[in-house]
């Protein structure tokens, strides 16, 4: 097995206790990033352990290549079909589980595992709660024809919404433009906060050029967030959420 170092406590715990509501037979979605790392290797043990079948989709090619490494198999998303539960990392959560994602870049292929779930978990650490969206900034995939035309529509956009001083940075690696799985670049929105997310959301998704932004709205309905002391508090939007994930067997969401 692949050495790896100690994992930060916090993203511990909450990925063990994302991964206790994992069931046998279950179809997944596994996230992307640091956090769902350490859920990747938690469900890859746990299903080791106690033989879990289970059928997973991969937000990334990252996660793919651990949770192949690690024994888990992993299937096209329209293989397995419609699933039960996703369970991601997020850059910022708010108190109505909206999300900022994308920091790792795969907000895009996160994005449609999260659609084609019947329920989306966050897993997070304390540093991710906060009371307004937008002080990490803004992840906007962004095909690369007329990138600098998708970038100036996205700048009078942001003016429309009053947020027009903002910086809108090229993600770069290195020198070169960052390239996402899906071979677009992308634009980093330094908002600061994001008063209306519904309505930024609207007018990003309304841009051509623009291949999908990094505001998850509405389709987180349970964060988990672990604390050092490898405790976790549960930030629910809905109170039945445990019965109900129990009882899905992967209908359609
Ligand atoms: O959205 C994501 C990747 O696109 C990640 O889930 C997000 O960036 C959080 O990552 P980490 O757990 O490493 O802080």
């Known amino acids: 097995m692949p050495q790896h170092p100690e994992p930060d406590p916090a993203k511990l715990a909450a990925a063990r206790a994302a991964v206790a509501l994992v069931r046998n037979g279950m179809k997944l979605g596994l996230g992307t990033g640091s956090t769902a790392s350490v859920m990747v290797r938690e469900l890859a043990a746990r299903a080791r352990a106690e033989g879990l079948s289970l059928r997973c989709a991969a937000t990334s090619k990252a996660t793919c290549e651990l949770a192949e490494s690690l024994g888990l198999a992993i299937e096209s998303l329209d293989e397995i079909g419609w699933l039960d539960m996703t369970i991601d990392g997020a850059d910022e959560v708010d108190p109505d589980l909206h999300l900022i994602k994308g920091g790792g870049g795969a907000h ?5 595992v999260a659609a084609a779930s019947k329920r989306m ?9 906060v009371e307004q ?3 990490f900034p803004l ?6 024809f007329g990138f600098e035309t ?8 942001l003016d429309d919404l009053d947020l027009g ?4 940075l090229h993600r770069l690696k290195g ?5 996402t799985d899906e071979g677009n670049w992308i634009l980093d929105l330094h908002l600061k906060c994001i008063p209306d ?4 959301a609207r007018a990003l998704a309304a841009i051509p050029g623009v291949v999908e932004h990094g505001l998850f709205l509405g389709m987180c309905s349970l964060a988990i967030i672990g604390k050092p002391d490898g405790t976790v508090v549960r930030l629910d939007r809905n109170a039945d959420i445990d019965a109900d994930m129990l009882a899905g067997e992967g209908d359609q969401p």
Request: proline residues 9%; without cysteine.
């Open 133 to 135: 969206l937008g002080a």
């Open 150 to 157: 998708t970038r100036t529509l996205i700048r009078r956009a």
């Open 175 to 179: 020198s070169e433009p960052w390239v």
């Open 108 to 112: 895009l292929r996160e994005k449609i």
């Open 121 to 129: 978990v966050v897993i997070a650490d304390p540093t991710k709660v």
């Open 139 to 144: 992840p906007v995939e962004v095909l690369r």
């Open 197 to 200: 997310p519904v309505a930024l």
């Open 165 to 168: 001083d903002r910086e809108v």
